[in-house]
């Protein structure tokens, strides 16, 4: 697993797109949104909650959007040039191949993560609470999209094909979890369907952990950051072992 971590660093390291991309997106989305778009608290639409509501939205979409692409094209990319085939001759499992991958996963991400909230406070002026949850948060997060890439490199037919997937998939749980758009702005019959996401418990977490303002504070007694976390993690092992499952001994 050591040797397969190291090997999975060194090939996103020397992608020199992949690394640009991976952190060039997240800024140009705060760029765009939090320093031109201006957010107006007393108005009406979209962003006009303070800077500080929109940090999960910002953090999510790295914590979705990089795993699930990676993951997905990384898996394919083992499928086309028969790599599964030569790890199945050695020690490595199917599980412990993806724990290395998604080891690699999270030091990009929680890299990704620190570079966001620095430039949310500097560039929107957020005033957000720093949370030492905020690290828990985004690991199960990387644990639980992990394991959707790889069933989404497991189940399409090639490298593009998984990327577009990852894409079709992100583009609307990105905006339909409560991460830029909040639950009131959606139509009342959509409510129910925003729990069927795990960004969802992301976001309300994250939110609840850096947004003083944030609502609910509780959740049936127990702390919403606490009991979002709780939930988060059920899904992140579920989707963790489904992953697991889906990965091809051969191909």
Same mark, same amino acid.
């Given at each position: ?9 060194? !090939? ?15 800024? +140009?989305? +705060?760029? +765009?949104? %939090? ?9 009406? %639409?979209?962003?006009?909650?303070? =800077? ?20 997905? !094209? ?6 086309? %040039? ?26 990009? *991400? ?5 570079? *966001? ?10 005033? *957000? ?28 037919? !090639? ?21 830029? *758009? ?48 709780? +939930? ?15 990965? =091809?001994?051969?191909?």
């Amino acid at each position: 697993m050591r040797a397969e971590t190291s090997a999975g660093w060194r !090939s996103f390291v020397r992608r020199r797109t992949a690394v640009f991309f991976t952190f060039f997106f997240p800024v +140009i989305l +705060i760029v +765009i949104f %939090g320093a031109l778009v201006r957010t107006d608290p007393t108005g009406e %639409g979209l962003f006009t909650e303070p =800077p500080a509501f929109y940090v999960p939205g910002y953090l999510a979409v790295v914590v979705l959007f990089t795993p699930l692409s990676r993951m997905g !094209s990384e898996v394919a990319r083992h499928r086309e %040039g028969s790599r599964f085939e030569k790890l199945a001759t050695t020690p490595l499992s199917r599980a412990e191949w993806l724990l290395a991958q998604t080891a690699v996963n999270a030091v990009i *991400i929680g890299l990704a993560s620190l570079l *966001i909230l620095g430039l949310v406070v500097v560039l929107t002026g957020a005033e *957000i609470t720093v949370s030492l949850l905020l690290i828990p948060y985004v690991l199960v997060g990387v644990v639980c999209f992990c394991g959707v890439g790889a069933m989404l490199g497991s189940y399409t037919d !090639s490298q593009d094909g998984a990327v577009a997937a990852s894409n079709a998939i992100g583009l609307p749980l990105l905006f339909l979890s409560e991460t830029f *758009i909040s639950l009131e702005q959606l139509p009342g019959w959509f409510g129910p369907l925003v729990n069927l996401s795990p960004l969802t418990y992301f976001a309300r977490g994250v939110r609840a952990a850096t947004f003083p303002g944030a609502e609910p504070a509780e959740i049936a007694g127990i702390d919403a950051v606490v009991a979002n976390l709780v +939930i988060l993690a059920v899904v992140a092992l579920f989707a963790f072992a489904l992953g697991a499952r889906s990965i =091809p001994r051969t191909d």
